[in-house]
T-cell receptor, first 114, second 117 residues
Framework: AAGVIQSPRHLIKEKRETATLKCYPI?????VYWYQQGPGQDPQFLISFYEKMQSDKGSIPDRFSAQQFSDYHSELNMSSLELGDSALYFC?????????????FGEGSWLTVV | GENVEQHPSTLSVQEGDSAVIKCTYS??????FPWYKQELGKGPQLIIDIRSNVGEKKDQRIAVTLNKTAKHFSLHITETQPEDSAVYFCAASISVYSGGGADGLTFGKGTHLIIQP
């Protein structure tokens, strides 16, 4: 079965640069979520979108922004990168109204800021 | 906001024995409680979930129990195997069934499960 696709899988950026991560949800899923996971930590919820509108907001820094497009894919834009932004970024998706709203995660994008 | 506590942080069991991981949550409005297994460098993989209208759910060697009154839920793995070794996360959220999307999951800190051969 198709899963959540994230790109790129690995990304190296310098401080103060900008990075963009992309997420392609499971086909028919209408909700996407973004999470940040530091080394040895639990995933921290950043933001979610349902039907292209922001649905819920977590601990997303002001330097980050995200959106969901008409084809339901989503992009996370990160500007003025800091060393502390180095982490594994996960996208997840679900189908609103499907028994459960079960949330499925992608394999993640490794961001290293140097 | 929601706060999820997970214990223990590390659990070592002999192959074939059972493993139990426990979580508590703070927001009584939370109604969706998934468990994820995460292997090193990979994304969290959903292994089982439970909703607040159900007290227990089982899938082969894995079971989850939920006590809404006490606001705690537990993962039970029986007949553990080496491939069960991983980090397990519990999570909680408020899942909306009609419009508006679902809230983000709040995760516990994770349990490193080690299966000793």
């Amino acid at each position: 079965a198709a899963g959540v696709i994230q790109s790129p899988r690995h990304l190296i950026k310098e401080k103060r640069e900008t990075a963009t991560l992309k997420c392609y949800p499971i086909p028919r899923h209408d909700t996407v979520y973004w999470y940040q996971q530091g080394p040895g930590q639990d995933p921290q919820f950043l933001i979610s979108f349902y039907e292209k509108m922001q649905s819920d907001k977590g601990s997303i820094p002001d330097r980050f922004s995200a959106q969901q497009f008409s084809d339901y894919h989503s992009e996370l834009n990160m500007s003025s990168l800091e060393l502390g932004d180095s982490a594994l970024y996960f996208c997840a998706s679900s189908l609103e109204g499907d028994p459960g709203n079960t949330i499925y995660f992608g394999e993640g994008s490794w961001l290293t800021v140097v | 906001g929601e706060n999820v506590e997970q214990h223990p942080s590390t659990l070592s069991v002999q192959e074939g024995d059972s493993a139990v991981i426990k979580c508590t949550y703070s927001d009584s409005a939370s109604n969706y409680f998934p468990w994820y297994k995460q292997e090193l460098g990979k994304g969290p993989q959903l292994i089982i979930d439970i909703r607040s209208n159900v007290g227990e759910k089982k899938d082969q060697r894995i079971a989850v129990t939920l006590n809404k009154t006490a606001k705690h839920f537990s993962l039970h793995i029986t007949e553990t195997q080496p491939e069960d070794s991983a980090v397990y996360f519990c999570a909680a959220s408020i899942s909306v069934y009609s419009g508006g999307g679902a809230d983000g999951l709040t995760f516990g800190k994770g349990t490193h499960l080690i299966i000793q051969p």
